[in-house]
């Protein structure tokens, strides 16, 4: 063994400065953890006060946040826990804080895109524009959001496909989840039926879908006469129901009107076909009469 290795094995001044940068360490590491435990406690007292305060506050939104702050906080006292340490060991931190910044400006401006999805996704989760769990529709597609990242953003389709998104190119979005929506459901009836009377069986049948459904928010409205086509008379029911759910309470109400117009007699137009007999002896072989009584035939 060489003299310069013994003599730095047994420098007895260098592994006593050697332990106190390893206690430095330590106590930084502590340090830094008691922070981060502290600093997410905090917010979520923060959090829990704004929740049972007067005014009435998103819980998706509320969640989203306090995860986002959460990670901030770490990511923040992690950072300087690092550049504490590395001061331990003598290393010039503003120089490379100073190094880092021009690397940084330079990446900046060549990932641009990047840049800007990061503070586009930043501001969608901060403002609560949509949350994980929305049914949305961004540009040309429709889904429900399953994960709302920093850089991309993620709508699962009906079908199962998933739409990926940069943020940055999210300039337009429909929110399908955030008010009550409004079922339409238009009724046809013949033009033979009792339309006042059909009027007045329709509404007395809408007064009992409230209590029969708690996706109705309140009594679903007969409009009036929508239109009037050449077999038929359109007639249009309106419903508010709890968010996402007019779909389902558009089909549940077409069943049970169906099935309530059948015990009422109102009924429901069909295609008619009536075949006229050519009269015998007539002139004129395009001219014919009715077929009577038993030569009338009617197909539906």
């Known amino acids: 063994m060489s003299k310069k290795v013994k003599d730095f094995f047994l420098d007895e001044e260098r592994w006593i400065e050697y332990g106190f940068i390893l206690i430095e360490i330590i106590f930084i590491i ?3 953890m008691i922070a981060v435990k502290v600093g997410k406690i905090i917010i979520r007292k923060v959090f829990q006060v704004r929740m049972k305060a007067p005014l009435r506050y998103s819980e998706r939104r509320q969640n989203t946040l306090f995860k986002l702050l959460e990670n901030v906080i770490a990511y923040v006292v992690y950072f300087a826990a690092i550049l504490a340490i590395l001061s331990a060991f003598s290393i010039n931190v503003a120089g490379l804080i100073a190094g880092a910044g021009v690397l940084g400006l330079a990446i900046g401006f060549g990932a641009q895109n990047l840049v800007r999805d990061v503070i586009t996704g930043f501001f969608i989760i901060f403002e609560d524009q949509f949350s994980v769990g929305d049914y949305v ?3 040309a597609s429709e889904g429900t959001v399953e994960e709302i990242g920093l850089r991309t953003t993620k709508l699962k389709g ?3 496909e998933i739409h ?3 943020n940055g190119t999210i300039v337009e979005v429909v929110n399908f989840s955030i ?3 409004i079922a339409i459901i238009d009724v046809s009836i ?3 039926t009792d339309i006042p009377k059909s009027e007045e ?3 007395e049948f809408l007064t009992h879908l409230p209590a029969q459904y708690e996706q109705l928010v309140k009594q679903p409205e007969l409009i009036g006469i929508q239109n009037i086509a050449a077999t038929e008379i359109v007639m249009r029911i309106t ?3 709890k968010p996402m759910q007019h779909f389902s309470v558009a089909r549940i109400i077409r069943r049970d009107l169906k099935i309530f117009m059948d015990e009422h007699g109102i009924e429901i137009p069909y295609p008619k076909m009536v075949m006229y007999q050519k009269k015998e002896g007539s002139v004129d072989a395009g001219i014919g009469e009715p077929a009577k009584n038993g030569d009338k035939e009617k197909s539906e």
């Open 30 to 32: 502590f340090l830094a």
């Open 190 to 192: 013949a033009y033979e």
């Open 158 to 160: 009906l079908n199962g």
């Open 137 to 139: 529709r961004i540009g």
């Open 239 to 241: 419903a508010e129901t």
């Open 179 to 181: 008010n009550n929506s």
């Open 201 to 203: 069986l329709i509404k």
């Open 164 to 166: 990926i998104f940069p």
